[in-house]
């Protein structure tokens, strides 16, 4: 073939490549083609793009609304352990109050179990209530931040409170300012402690009832330990969970 043909044809060829390129340049500036528009295999690669971007978005407002959740929970207990004076059962009271009423974050159910499991396990009510709450709301991650909220205030006040002790103690006005703070600790807690047998006679079960009224009585007139009432209520739990489970199998 004769080289002035060849050159011809290349030429031609060449200047129809530039002529598509260029209507396809066009036509994307306009608006009227997409990267990938009738190209399967590009469209698939956006489609996966737009969904790993989408799953990195929903994982990264999970782990803000986690963190977000963390900074309230050790805020809160930080607040409560700070400001309650009276013991372990106070302070389950005012985490009843903000996490069960306010935040409802937990239910009442459970935290009346929080609470029996608090009591009967060795160690502080507060920081075992603390561990109890934290891990439910957030975890590992919230037992820690829950604890850590818990132990900060009295550590640092101990710790003042250990260079004055000799002042404080002579001190009448403290002694009537703790005298006060006990009267005011007292109602608190008789005051929860109605409302959670409230919640117990609701479920309108006599079983329950027979149960509240026990402890009670074992705890006001015989004065027993509360770890063996507790012990005791809950294996009369597990007896009846036993008995209805073979009762359903019967049936």
Not at 27 to 54: I, L, S
Not at 81 to 95: E, L, Q
Request: hydrophobic share 45%.
């Amino acid at each position: 073939m004769p080289y002035g043909q060849n050159t011809e044809r290349l030429l031609c060829r060449n200047i129809k490549t530039v002529g598509c390129w260029v209507e396809k340049m066009v036509r994307k500036k306009a608006g009227q083609e997409k990267p990938g528009w009738n190209d399967a295999k590009g469209q698939r690669e956006t489609d996966g793009q737009e969904n790993k971007n989408r799953g990195r978005e929903e994982k990264n407002t999970e782990r803000r609304r986690k963190r977000q959740r963390l900074w309230v929970l050790f805020l809160e207990t930080l607040y409560i352990s700070a400001f309650t004076f009276g013991g372990g059962f106070v302070i389950v009271t005012f985490m009843k109050r903000k996490f069960v009423d306010g935040l409802h974050w937990i239910d009442e159910k459970e935290m009346l179990d929080f609470t029996a499991l608090a009591q009967s396990s060795p160690g502080a009510i507060a920081v075992n209530a603390a561990i109890l709450v934290g891990l439910k709301v957030c975890g590992p991650p919230g037992v820690a931040v829950a604890v850590l909220g818990t132990v900060l205030p009295p550590m640092a006040i101990l710790s003042v409170i250990s260079f004055f002790y000799e002042t404080f103690s002579a001190n009448p006005y403290v002694a009537l300012t703790m005298q006060g703070m006990q009267a005011g600790v007292a109602a608190v807690i008789l005051d929860v402690a109605c409302e959670l047998g409230t919640g117990v006679a609701r479920e309108r079960s006599i079983y329950s009832v027979l149960i509240l009224a026990g402890a009670f009585a074992a705890d006001f007139f015989l004065g027993i330990n509360v770890i063996c009432i507790i012990l005791t209520a809950a294996a009369a739990g597990a007896l009846r969970m036993v008995i209805f489970r073979r009762r359903r199998a019967e049936r």
